[in-house]
Each structure stands twice: as C-alpha cells, then as structure tokens.
C-alpha cells in the first residue's frame, strides 16, 4: 500500500513516519514472516500475476529490499539499490496510485540437507533450492502465456527445460 502513515503522538504529530512511499503490510504470522526460509513468491495486480519471484532471505528480507529501491537517483537518492528493486519499487509505486490492488503469496520452500564429508568430517549441508523452484514456475507460466510476467525478464538457465 501507500505508505502515508504519520506520527499521531509526540514531538513529530503530523509529520510523516517514513521517507518510503510505499509499504509492505504483513498479513501472515510474524514467526513465517521474519524467518529466514526460502520462499516462492508471486505478485499480482489487480489479481493478475505480474512476478514470480525466489528469496533465500526470507520475506521480510525480500520485501525489505524492494523498499531499497526507493534510493533511485531518478528521486535525488544515493542510487544504491539494483535496478530491479527500482524497478519493482517504482512500478508498485505507480499502480498504487492508480488505486490497484496489489498482494504477495508465497510458499514456504522445504529444506532439502544434504551430507557431506569435508576433511574427513561429516558436514550438514542445507541447500539452497529456491532458484530452481522460481525457475520451474517461470517456465511454466511462459509455456502457458508465452512469455514471462511482466514484472520478470529472465530465469536461472541452470534450469530451464
């Protein structure tokens, strides 16, 4: 959503809570939400799937790093952000202005660990898996549409068909 949330007690009332335009409203438990999993994601607007999306840092880390794309130099910001967190950030920016509805679902990736034997000793190995899974539904959706959403321009060529 918008972010115009302000300060309605103490010294700052009135006053704006964030330099952020745009926010990310938490709907699922804050114990999923925090964790630091892998994930499958998926961003509509308006109920149509604009990015499929993987993270390894959990969704608040995602989401938290979208938000760094309101560091555009387009803005006078420093410009430290990828171009596809400006991207993101900006295109949600003006949909949201335009009154649409814009939501995130996810699914939680399972843990695939692995063992192996590293100076002759057994190490844990926890994998990380989710750039297959992106990859597999981008694919997917491509077969279907014939192209990516339009929030996605590539995938891991590791595993594509």
Known sequence: MLDNEI??????????????????????????????????????????????????TGLKGRTSSYLCGHHVKERGKSGDCSKTNGYIYNTFEFYLKQECNIEMYGYKIPQTTFTIDI???????????????????????????????????????????
């Open 7 to 56: 300060y309605d007690s103490g010294k700052k009332i009135g006053e704006k809570k964030r330099n952020t335009l745009i926010m990310f409203i938490q709907v699922i438990d804050k114990e999923n939400f925090e964790a630091n999993d892998e994930w499958l994601y998926i961003f509509t607007i308006n109920n149509r799937i604009v990015k499929i999306g993987g993270t390894r």
């Open 119 to 161: 100076l002759d000793r057994k190490t844990k190995i926890q994998a990380q898996t989710f750039h297959a899974y992106e990859t597999s539904y981008l694919e997917n959706y491509k077969k279907k549409y014939n192209r990516y959403p339009i929030l996605n321009d590539n995938c891991d060529p590791n595993y594509k068909d």
